[in-house]
């Protein structure tokens, strides 16, 4: 089983509409969560990291972790065509900092 | 202001030869990773390093060798090249290990015919 799941997608959603994608992960010791945005033919950009449980917002994304329920989510409102792209869920354990563990991606495409 | 370059984008091996993939980095990071990406299958680490002449290894790091003599630089060396080898191949650095997360370089495409 692998220590970080992702929803395998991919998504197709109108502009403008709300987008929730999700990540289970299986570690206890995980307590940084990261989300990347890769463009086609890219590297993966960063896009927000949290520190243990709780939310946090930037602009149209909102990064959530529940580490109760191993369950974290990015949420991006009014969605654009330009936010069409893979998201990479993305964990550490502050223990074994020089490691982060990928999930396989969500490929998003928003629909003008 | 380069941040993370890859050299080369693309590479065609035949099975058996060996090369090296570059990566520098002009941030002052202390954390370098390589990890390779492989359709439905994610960023799957091959070997890390926290520090000049620090190394460790990934989840896949069969085939694959690391050395990190200075902060910059973080070469990946293939010894004997395998189709499986054929990948995307990412480097990546870190100022230190908390969220502040990874800037990647744009990649090096591997082929092994």
């Known amino acids: 089983q692998k220590e970080v799941e992702q929803d395998p997608g991919p998504l197709s959603v109108p502009e403008g509409a709300i987008v929730s994608l999700n990540c289970t992960y299986s570690n206890s010791a995980f307590q940084y969560f990261m989300w990347y945005r890769q463009y086609s033919r890219k590297g993966p950009e960063l896009l927000m990291y949290?520190?243990?449980?709780g939310n946090k917002e930037d602009g149209r994304f909102t990064a959530q972790v529940d580490k109760s329920s191993k369950y974290i989510s990015l949420f991006i409102r009014d969605s654009q065509p330009s936010d069409s792209a893979t998201y990479l869920c993305?964990?550490?354990?502050?223990?074994?900092?020089?490691?982060?563990?990928f999930g396989d991606g969500t490929t998003l495409t928003v629909k003008p | 202001n380069a941040g993370v370059t890859q050299t080369p984008k693309f590479q065609v091996l035949k099975t058996g030869q060996s090369m090296t993939l570059q990566c520098a980095q002009d941030?002052?990071?202390?954390?370098m990773s390589w990890y390779r990406q492989d359709p439905g299958m994610g960023l799957r680490l091959i070997h890390y390093s926290v520090g000049a002449g620090i190394t460790d290894q990934g989840e896949v790091p069969n085939g694959y060798n690391v050395s990190r003599s200075t902060t910059e630089d973080f070469p990946l060396r293939l010894l004997s090249a395998a189709p499986s080898q054929t990948s995307v191949y990412f480097c990546?650095?870190?100022?230190?290990?908390?969220?502040?997360?990874?800037?990647f370089g744009s990649g090096t495409r591997l082929t092994v015919v």
């Open positions: 941030m002052n990071h202390e954390y």
């Open positions: 993305a964990m550490k354990d502050v223990t074994n900092a020089g490691k982060s563990t």
């Open positions: 990546a650095s870190s100022y230190d290990g908390t969220g502040n997360g990874y800037t």
């Open positions: 949290t520190y243990s449980s």
